[in-house]
T-cell receptor, first 115, second 108 residues
Framework: KAGVTQTPRYLIKTRGQQVTLSCSPI?????VSWYQQTPGQGLQFLFE???????NKGNFPGRFSGRQFSNSRSEMNVSTLELGDSALYLC??????????????FGAGSRLTVL | SQQGEEDPQALSIQEGENATMNCSYK?????LQWYRQNSGRGLVHLIL?????REKHSGRLRVTLDTSKKSSSLLITASRAADTASYFC????????FGTGTSLTVIP
């Protein structure tokens, strides 16, 4: 079965621009969560979507937003990019909320560099 | 913050030795999981231990959990160069909380 697919893998933006990252979860997984990983802060939780509804949100400014579509695919958007937004953005899917184990399956990540 | 902390932050051992890393967390948990991350890639799930379990094994991995001390340890026996990676613990309440990670280097 296909894994979690994140696109694009690498991208470079300049300050003030916006970016949209995409995540396709494992087929059948309804939960998609996003994390920001930086050397200084480790893995920081951004938000989680379950059946198109945002179920949990981390402590990030409103410039960070996301959504989930009916096919469980998810996008996250960062507007007005800042240098500090440079990071590896990881998407993970799970069948959280179903009867199975709540284990996360991660994509390979999208490496964002803001210049 | 409910984020856990791994200890040590970095560990370097010779191939064939055992590697032990520890995780401390702050709140009550449903379960605790360990993940591995190879450089610049996504995390891969290794093992899950439920809050009512004290020890669990999977291949060369052994995980212990002490809920009274809010701590867990991951032991990798007979380490290999391919075990070189960062290891994270994650606790689950209504969301996942990841620790800061232990960077393990196994020298061939």
């Amino acid at each position: 079965k296909a894994g979690v697919t994140q696109t694009p893998r690498y991208l470079i933006k300049t300050r003030g621009q916006q970016v949209t990252l995409s995540c396709s979860p494992i087929s059948g997984h309804r939960s998609v969560s996003w994390y920001q990983q930086t050397p200084g802060q480790g893995l920081q939780f951004l938000f989680e979507y379950f059946s198109e509804t945002q179920r949990n949100k981390g402590n990030f400014p409103g410039r960070f937003s996301g959504r989930q579509f009916s096919n469980s695919r998810s996008e996250m958007n960062v507007s007005t990019l800042e240098l500090g937004d440079s990071a590896l953005y990881l998407c993970a899917s799970s069948n959280w909320g179903d009867s199975g184990a709540n284990v996360l399956t991660f994509g390979a990540g999208s490496r964002l560099t803001v210049l | 913050s409910q984020q856990g902390e791994e200890d040590p932050q970095a560990l370097s051992i010779q191939e064939g030795e055992n590697a032990t890393m520890n995780c401390s967390y702050k709140t009550s948990i449903n379960n605790l999981q360990w993940y591995r991350q190879n450089s610049g890639r996504g995390l891969v799930h290794l093992i899950l231990i439920r809050s009512n379990e004290r020890e669990k094994h999977s291949g060369r991995l052994r995980v212990t959990l002490d809920t009274s001390k809010k701590s867990s340890s991951l032991l990798i026996t007979a380490s290999r160069a391919a075990d070189t990676a960062s290891y994270f613990c994650a606790t689950t309440g209504n969301q996942f909380y990841f620790g800061t990670g232990t960077s393990l280097t196994v020298i061939p």
